[in-house]
């Protein structure tokens, strides 16, 4: 497929990762800071955080006022400038795919186009004024039906592996930071019993990754920092974990590499295999309360590397009509 | 008895008028739908019946349906002015433009004929230059105008195909006579908006739809695909055709879109594509991909920014030595311009003669060309009956309608064409046929005129129908999307309709 296809495919997704896990955060915040004692920094600033825009979002808010709910809400939700706000991000995500309509199914198209015509509609402001939980709900269950509608819809081919290895590498690093700014709120210190501020801080955690029931369901499991974290590190099945994106991207990976001894892709893959083998020596026990910030941030580094490297191997590859490696070869044939 | 109503019902059928009352024709005009008596036309009859028994109110609400489904589908076009680079939605109509078959299949003849004809003029201006050396059409308007591209003479296209898709404009005169306006081969555009169009008939009046056997459309787009295979310079199993636009920033991005989709090739901007040992290549994701050939929706200037304009960013440097190379097709082929030119159009019917030897089958509208003396001089004493136009421009740009103009700008264009004759025809002005037209209250006569399309690879095939494009402005004579028009479906009946 054309490389540039490609990019779109993979960002399309991406900026959709983004939407999703953005809502699924803000509402989680939304009843959790009902529901706990926090000073005012601790409810709202965390989450410019977790999208990384913390210097953004201090730059242009009066220092007064960076703290305001409504401030982060509207600027992490409507904020143009904000380049990862929910309206940036689904309408880069339409964008995206209004350049790519003749590799997309009309049924995606529609779907996102609607989700964006919705969000610009002067009624969803008024839902998003009178009941934010149903705002937040509607837009996470919008981007469901993307992920359903492209499955059902499109052929399962290259520019399909494409938009998932988006989507599991975007889903890699939001469960990383959520992850890691969480552990931030809690703060340092020997962990063994929760306060109940904790523990809700904790499930909060788990509930930005749609993970409580999961959670639950391995029976080893009690609500404790080092479970948590061990849980979004590393359950090889639940769909929101690091592990399990990381090996869901080998595997997407590993379809659209070109095959025949080709190079392109050798380089994705073998950071990929990297940052797998990083996560799966963690030890959370050891190192929540202590070195786990450390570590994640090393991650979501690492994340940012592969999708570099991706970009190199597959979306920007050199105009020449042979790969390098086989001109070379010619070269030194005609040496000899 | 049943329970009240909590609403009085908005509006009851009965006292609904019906859709095509009070509707009156203008005089000196030929009406699509009705004759000068306001007796509906033959062909027109099941049509009124079907769209009057919805009633007003029904029409009204799928009317708003019909737009809705633009929006939601996308269908739209860009508009450059706009700062958020919005999208809208081309206007449309739902009543549709009715053609009988027995009149359609003479236009057909005719536009097949004319693009013949203008195939072999380019072939030949491009080639031996033998209507010009016969003094057919004069030396010095060809080779001295700004479309004529010294650069592809010689070069013959694969397949020896230069107009691979053209869009006709006509417009029906007083007596209902179809007549060229003007020729358009090198990227026209619109033809999206006819197989949208269609699809949103359908799904707004299927019972309408149903009842009244129109000539299907759909078969634009696997017609359009056969013809670029047609003309594959050499087989290559590896080798592929794409569509190559300028990117979504263009105007007409959706079309483009549309048609890479619906052919089931890529869609490429110039950035993708890159020349190496004079073959195309795309960059895929599995390595360079050979591709032979290229409907390109970029115009000649920008193609190569090794051999026109250097500062283009939107084509893809080597791209003429491949093409002179032989080793790929471009659809439209290069140099094209010199035959849609305004100031050869004139010429046309003497191309016709001249290469078939058959008296032309569709009239055209009688032009002055202002490069002859005396033509000028009529021009220039007759501003005010006249429609002026620059030869250079299109979109209903450096245009004068006389009969519309004030006087101020009357003198202006009697210096530019004084300055300039070479730059400017005249015609007069046509009676555009007008359509029954919704205008939000109620049906009134509109201005069209038609664009077929006709698709070449190693024959002719022309689109049943084609856009209809309706000046929504009352009195206005311009159908341009840019300038107020909108367009409406056009349904060629079987003839057992007619």
């Not at chain 1, 494409?162 to 700014?181: H, K, N, P, W, Y």
């Not at chain 2, 005169?173 to 619109?190: K, Y």
């Amino acid at each position: 497929m054309i490389s540039r296809v490609a990019e779109s495919c993979f960002w399309l997704n991406r900026h959709l990762e983004r939407v999703e896990s953005l809502a699924r955060l803000l509402d989680v915040n939304f009843a959790f800071q009902l529901d706990v004692t926090l000073p005012e920094a601790e409810r709202w600033l965390p989450l410019v955080v977790v999208v990384g825009q913390e210097a953004d979002y201090r730059s242009r808010v009066p220092a007064s006022q960076v703290d305001r709910a409504e401030r982060v809400q509207s600027y992490l939700v409507w904020d143009e400038k904000n380049p990862v706000s929910i309206v940036s991000a689904l309408g880069w995500a339409r964008e995206n795919a209004r350049t790519i309509r003749e590799t997309i199914s009309l049924e995606m198209w529609e779907t996102l186009n609607s989700a964006w015509l919705w969000l610009e509609r002067k009624s969803t402001r008024n839902l998003y004024d009178r009941d934010r939980h149903a705002f937040y709900v509607s837009l996470r269950d919008r981007c469901f039906l993307f992920h359903g509608v492209a499955q059902a819809t499109m052929l399962h081919e290259d520019p399909f592996e494409f938009m998932r290895l988006g989507t599991a590498l975007e889903r890699a690093s939001q469960t990383a930071r959520i992850l890691d700014v969480k552990h931030h709120s809690v703060g340092p210190g020997e962990r063994g019993v929760e306060t109940p501020a904790e523990a809700a801080q904790w499930l909060a955690a788990l509930r930005s990754c749609s993970g409580v029931e999961p959670f639950y369901k391995r029976p080893e499991n009690t609500l404790s920092g080092a479970a948590v974290a061990r849980f979004l590190l590393f359950d090889p099945v639940f769909p929101r974990s690091v592990r399990h994106n990381l090996l869901r991207a080998r595997n997407f990976l590993g379809l659209v590499r070109p095959g025949d001894g080709s190079p392109v892709g050798e380089r994705s893959e073998r950071l990929l295999a990297r940052t797998l083998e990083h996560v799966e020596a963690l030890d959370p026990q050891a190192q929540v309360g202590k070195t786990l910030h450390e570590t994640l941030t090393r991650t979501v580094g690492e994340l940012a590397a592969i999708c570099e490297a991706i970009h190199d191997e597959f979306f920007d590859p050199a105009p020449v009509a042979e790969p390098q490696s086989q001109r070379q070869t010619g070269q030194s044939q005609t040496q000899t | 008895m049943s329970p009240t109503p909590k609403r009085p019902r908005r509006e009851s059928r009965r006292s609904d008028p019906a859709l095509f009352a009070g509707y009156k024709p203008l005089s000196g005009t030929f009406d699509e739908y009705f004759d000068p008596t306001r007796a509906p036309r033959s062909e027109a009859h099941r049509v009124i019946d079907l769209l009057e028994a919805l009633g007003r109110a029904e029409f009204r609400s799928r009317q708003q349906l019909a737009n809705a489904t633009f929006l939601q589908s996308g269908i739209t076009f860009s508009v450059y002015s706009d700062q958020r680079g919005a999208e809208r939605i081309f206007p449309f109509d739902l009543i549709p433009r009715l053609v009988p078959g027995d009149v359609w299949a003479r236009v057909r003849a005719g536009l097949e004929q004319r693009i013949q004809a203008l195939n072999l003029f380019l072939a030949d201006v491009y080639g031996p230059q033998r209507i010009l050396a016969e003094g057919i059409v004069p030396k010095a308007l060809v080779l001295g105008a700004k479309s004529y591209e010294k650069k592809v003479r010689g070069i013959v296209p694969p397949g020896g195909v230069h107009v691979h898709i053209a869009g006709i404009d006509l417009i029906r005169d007083p007596e209902g006579e179809f007549l060229v306006l003007e020729d358009n081969v090198r990227t026209p555009s619109g033809v999206s908006y006819v197989l949208e169009n269609r699809g949103v008939m359908k799904k707004v009046f299927p019972r309408v739809f149903g009842n009244a056997r129109v000539d299907p459309v759909e078969e634009y787009t696997t017609r359009l695909r056969e013809a670029l295979d047609a003309v594959a310079p050499a087989p290559d199993e590896d080798a592929s055709t794409v569509v190559l636009t300028p990117g979504p920033f263009n105007s007409a991005y959706f079309e483009h879109s549309f048609l890479a989709r619906r052919m089931g090739v890529p869609l490429v901007e110039g950035g993708d594509l890159f020349v190496d040992g004079d073959k195309v290549y795309a960059k895929t994701t599995l390595g360079p991909q050979r591709v032979d050939v290229i409907y390109r929706r970029i115009d000649d200037g920008f193609l190569d920014p090794e051999a026109f304009r250097p500062d283009s960013a939107l084509g893809v440097p080597g791209l003429m030595r491949a093409y002179a190379a032989g080793n790929v097709a471009l659809a439209n082929a290069v140099g094209n311009g010199v035959a849609d030119d305004k100031g050869i159009y004139p010429f046309v019917p003497e191309m016709i003669r001249f290469y078939l030897s058959e008296e032309p089958k569709l009239g055209q509208v009688p032009t002055y060309v202002c490069a002859r003396d005396e033509d000028c001089r009529y021009v220039v004493d007759h501003v005010g009956e006249l429609v002026i136009k620059a030869v250079n421009e299109a979109g209903g740009y450096g245009m004068l309608i006389g009969p519309q103009s004030k006087k101020k700008q009357r003198a202006e264009f009697r210096a530019k064409v004084l300055a300039n004759p070479r730059n400017y025809i005249a015609q007069p002005r046509i009676e555009l046929s007008t359509c029954p037209t919704w205008t939000g209250r109620g049906v009134a006569p509109r201005r069209v005129d038609l664009r077929p399309y006709i698709v070449s690879g190693r024959k002719s095939w022309v689109l049943p129908g084609g856009l209809t494009r309706v000046a929504l402005v009352e009195g206005s004579y311009v159908v341009n999307s840019s300038q107020g028009g909108g367009s409406k479906d056009t349904w060629v009946l079987g003839e057992e309709h007619s």
